[in-house]
């Protein structure tokens, strides 16, 4: 198996701080503008010229949406919502590199909308391994052992009736962790997206590349006490480690009845062993946690 690239692929988060009379103003003129005209406003903000198309309606609980190649940007008043609520694209992070992306967006936060600082709080973080060498294959669904909820197989027909159908993906989990496992290649194509072949050091233009990415979502960040963005990052590693190693696995089929004993795939070897970011805090999910106090405890008394 050859990894081609891994990292940070999606990066979400919000920003409990007041927003900028200035600013707020300078986005209803906008949207104004865009909902007589019925289309998107361009505006541009003053003092670092970042340029946002501004929709004529909002984004769920947020009075303003205003769109860039760089990220999304959502603005409002309710007290159900944090005022902020940002979107870092895919393109943009790996274009830039996650930390010199982080920082623009930082800085246009607080010299053009904020008028106080603030945490970003993380809401998602999706870490990602694109790799050649392993084609998973239909039947490969009864091995993987996963503790979310529910697992999905995608297939595509294909031009040619004669290949019949193709495996494009796997989805495991349904609720703040999920994972999926899918053919990256077909997908860029089938989106336009040029730039994700750039990415691929190395790759051999004959076979496939294939993704395995896991989504984080605010409320199981929060069970690995991670609430910042600066901490979710400096815990890639670890979240990487906890989803290969710990919420989903491929296994070797044998007699044993128990999946959780089937020894580990080699392929699923090389990909918990993948370096998605050199740092690690040693971060540990509070469920986990809890049953290993227990079980110390347990040990304890039983010695006692």
Request: net charge positive; glycine share 6%.
């Amino acid at each position: 198996m050859r990894v081609l690239t891994s990292g940070i692929d999606s990066l979400y988060f919000s920003v409990r701080a007041p927003v900028r009379a200035e600013a707020w103003e300078l986005l209803k003129r906008a949207k104004d503008r865009a909902e007589h005209e019925r289309e998107p406003a361009p505006v541009d903000f003053p003092l670092n010229g970042q340029a946002f198309l501004v929709k004529p309606h909002g984004w769920r609980g947020y009075t303003f949406w205003a769109t860039s190649p760089d990220f999304e940007l959502m603005v409002g008043k309710s007290e159900k919502f944090p005022p902020v609520y940002v979107q870092m694209h895919s393109a943009y992070l790996h274009s830039m590199g996650v930390e010199p992306a982080l920082h623009l967006v930082e800085v246009f936060l607080r010299h053009e909308l904020l008028a106080a600082p603030a945490d970003l709080v993380v809401s998602r973080l999706d870490i990602h391994c694109d790799y050649q060498g392993w084609d998973p294959e239909i039947e490969d669904i009864r091995r993987f052992v996963c503790r979310g909820r529910g697992r999905r197989v995608h297939v595509e027909r294909e031009e040619a009736f004669a290949h019949g159908r193709r495996l494009t993906g796997f989805t495991f989990g349904r609720g703040a962790l999920s994972a999926r496992l899918y053919d990256k290649t077909l997908q860029a194509a089938q989106r336009g997206l040029t730039w994700v072949p750039e990415l691929w050091t190395g790759q051999d233009p004959d076979r496939p590349v294939w993704r395995l990415e896991f989504a984080y979502e605010r409320n199981v960040l929060r069970e690995f006490n991670l609430r910042t963005v600066d901490e979710a990052l400096a815990a890639v590693q670890d979240l990487w480690e906890y989803g290969t190693g710990k919420w989903l696995t491929l296994r070797r089929r044998v007699r044993d009845a128990r999946e959780r004993r089937w020894p580990l795939d080699p392929v699923w070897e090389a990909l918990q062993a993948v370096r998605v970011s050199p740092e690690r805090t040693g971060v540990v999910r509070r469920r986990v946690r809890r049953v290993r106090e227990e079980r110390v405890r347990c040990a304890w008394c039983w010695a006692a």
